[in-house]
């Protein structure tokens, strides 16, 4: 294994935006590190740290967010990175609208075998929601024992589809280590974006929310609604492989059904990146959530940056070792746990007194708002009640004067943000209104 470059010796590295291979070099003032650490013998995690860089306060005077992906097997140092909030986008230009102006951000790859992360063998890879929380507790407890500038600083998780139900459960986790004081931390909040926190609930709405946006017909509604309650049949019975393998029927039932919606965002057509090839015209699971799930994360042009000049300018991968590689295994691995519902997780953490924020966006077809209101009206939270009957209240779009961006509303230590006109990856579809989100759940605008 080639050894990591200490944080210490990576302080001071200035990002250089376009010097890798534009033959131009135009120095983004944002301090970065990054590191593997081993969190089990074979499993080696990648994470990769900007400082925060805005004009008017020092990264000390800024939250830290760490950004997790989704998929089982997503990148955040790349998707996440140069997709949607990272200081520079895939084509290494300045993102105005970069989270990285508001706070410092954590980057990591996880599970392990997700992006630059990986494991010696496949039986080092997690299989459950719990084994990712235990791994992510190594990796948080180095980090802050390291990093100790940034114990006192308020420390946020944002996440994002599958990353969501990781997140809660590394929030539990880590509540209760800064309790017991085994990391040294301000842990401040968690933020579940479009996640999936409970899966039957966003696929026994699928149906109603095509219907109600025209995209599905009554014939449709019913074929959709049968593949659905085969779902939930299969959850209800605790078979959650069995579930897992229905699920990607009834996605095969969808795209039938709609000419292809884009499980991302219904407006928005496939990347022509993501065409089909000779490898996924064998039938099967793995094909078809290699193609929905997999694939949009790890576009060819993106795969070609982080196993080129991105992997060059960190000279810490092994040679062995391919960004997102792993990807598939990860999900495979990870296919028991992937129906289960984690909406008893975020019960817990209401109780504990934990600032938990939902966000989601309008257009997202796969983890769809209906179905994220339905488990949140499931939480025993004794607070549920008040939230229910209070209004909520709209945000001005910051691109567009007087035209709504987005609605919330807030009660105790729980919020919930409805950001109109995204899908899936709202800071990659509103950028400007995803900024300003966070900012509002840091307490930083």
Not at 179 to 189: D, L, P, R, T, V
Not at 372 to 387: A, I, M, N, P
Request: net charge negative; aromatic share 12%; glycine share 8%.
């Amino acid at each position: 294994m080639i050894m990591a470059r200490s944080w210490m010796d990576m302080l001071a590295v200035l990002l250089l935006a376009v010097s890798f291979y534009k033959g131009s070099c135009v120095p983004v003032e944002t301090k970065e590190s990054w590191e593997y650490v081993d969190v089990r013998d074979g499993a080696h995690m990648f994470c990769w740290l900007y400082y925060g860089n805005s004009s008017s306060a020092s990264y000390k005077d800024l939250p830290l967010v760490m950004w997790l992906q989704g998929g089982p097997g997503g990148s955040s140092c790349g998707f996440g990175n140069f997709e949607e909030i990272g200081p520079l986008d895939r084509d290494l230009k300045l993102r105005e609208t970069s989270w990285v102006r508001a706070a410092s951000v954590l980057f990591v790859d996880n599970p392990v075998g997700t992006g630059y992360s990986y494991t010696d063998t496949e039986d080092a890879l997690t299989k459950d929601v719990a084994m990712v929380a235990s791994d992510m507790m190594v990796l948080l407890k180095s980090f802050f024992s390291k990093q100790t500038e940034f114990q006192s600083i308020p420390f946020y998780i944002f996440s994002e589809s599958y990353g969501g139900k990781m997140a809660a459960a590394i929030s539990l986790e880590l509540t209760k280590a800064v309790q017991a004081g085994s990391i040294k931390c301000n842990f401040a909040g968690v933020a579940l974006g479009d996640s999936w926190i409970s899966p039957v609930d966003s696929v026994m709405t699928w149906g109603p929310y095509l219907y109600s946006t025209s995209l599905l017909d009554d014939n449709g509604l019913d074929e959709v609604t049968n593949a659905a309650k085969a779902v939930l049949e299969a959850v209800r019975q605790g078979q959650y492989q069995k579930a897992t393998d229905l699920w990607s029927i009834t996605e095969n039932v969808v795209e039938q059904n709609t000419n292809g919606v884009n499980f991302y965002n219904i407006l928005t057509q496939n990347s022509d990146e993501m065409v089909k090839t000779s490898s996924d015209q064998t039938n099967g699971f793995l094909s078809s959530l290699k193609r929905r799930h997999i694939r949009p994360l790890h576009r060819q042009s993106l795969s070609e940056l982080m196993n080129g000049p991105i992997r060059k300018k960190l000279g810490v991968i092994p040679n062995n070792v391919t960004w997102g590689g792993q990807a598939e295994a990860v999900f495979e691995s990870m296919a028991g746990d992937f129906m289960k519902p984690v909406v008893d997780i975020v019960d817990q953490l209401l109780a504990a007194g934990v600032n938990v924020t939902i966000y989601n966006g309008q257009l997202d077809l796969i983890v769809d708002t209906m179905g994220q209101e339905l488990w949140v009206k499931q939480l025993k939270w004794d607070g549920l009640q008040y939230f229910n009957k209070m209004k909520w209240t709209a945000l001005e779009d910051p691109q567009t004067q007087r035209q709504t961006g987005a609605f919330y509303k807030t009660y105790k230590n729980f919020a919930f943000y409805w950001i109109l006109k995204a899908g899936h990856m709202i800071p990659s579809d509103q950028g400007p209104m995803a900024l300003r989100m966070l900012k509002m759940v840091t307490q930083h605008e």
